[in-house]
Structures are given as structure tokens and as C-alpha cells.
């Protein structure tokens, strides 16, 4: 069992950054891929980066490349998503997930099997 509890969201303008935790529960942290996603109001629950259980692989939706970074701490059991540069349209709860099956990084919604309860970002344009 994996329980995770986001933190760090907030209001921010345009341009601005922000880091977002994610505290995992659990000994089984360190062997599983975490994933971030997020979901805007109307829209569906989309991908944005994914970190396998050693932090050596990544991944990133093309709307975030180069302005978010997917890290974690196995130590703290702890994954973090520094964003940068941030847009209006970056605006949403954004949830961390874990894949307690595997690993390895996937982009894959339906890999993950525990999410967090969210928390809200909103950037002012």
C-alpha cells in the first residue's frame, strides 16, 4: 500500500515557478515509478512527466519539456516536479501517482495505481 499526499500548489503569475512535493507512505517507495499528472476543469486528466524507481529515466509531455523537472529522493520518499516559466494554461490540479507494479517510468494513466488527492495550481496570465 502507497499513500501520497501532494504539496506546494498555489497562485502564481505568468512566468513565475513553483515546486511541488509529493510525501510518499510506504516501504515499497524506492522500487516504484512515480508519475505526475494533471486535470483542468473540463478536460481530461493528462500526463505530465514520469520518473522510474531510480530516477535514472524520465519522461515529459511535449507542453512541459525544457520548463518542468521530474526528481525524487528514494531517502525522503519523496518526488518533486520543479516547474519554471509557467504558463496559463499550466492552470490545473495537478496529482502525483505511483505504479506500485513496476519500476519503470510509463506515461501511461492506467499504469498507475495510487494517486494523491491533487493540489491546485493556477497561474494568472
Known amino acids: 500500500q502507497v499513500q501520497l499526499v501532494e504539496s506546494g500548489g498555489g497562485l502564481v503569475q505568468a512566468g513565475a515557478s513553483l515546486t511541488l512535493s509529493c510525501a510518499a507512505s510506504?516501504?515499497?517507495?524506492?522500487?516504484?515509478?512515480m508519475g505526475w499528472f494533471r486535470q483542468a476543469p473540463g478536460k481530461e486528466r493528462e500526463f505530465v512527466a514520469a520518473i522510474s524507481w531510480s530516477g535514472g529515466t524520465t519522461y515529459y509531455a511535449d507542453s512541459v519539456k525544457g520548463r518542468f523537472t521530474i526528481s525524487r529522493d528514494n531517502a525522503k520518499n519523496t518526488v518533486y516536479l520543479q516547474m519554471n516559466s509557467l504558463k496559463f494554461e499550466d492552470t490545473a490540479v495537478y496529482y502525483c501517482?505511483?505504479?506500485?507494479?513496476?519500476?519503470?517510468?510509463?506515461?501511461?494513466?492506467?499504469?498507475?495505481?495510487?494517486w494523491g488527492q491533487g493540489t491546485q495550481v493556477t497561474v494568472s496570465s
Open positions: 501517482a505511483a505504479n506500485r507494479k513496476s519500476g519503470i517510468a510509463t506515461m501511461t494513466r492506467y499504469n498507475y495505481d495510487y
Open positions: 510506504g516501504r515499497t517507495f524506492s522500487s516504484v515509478a
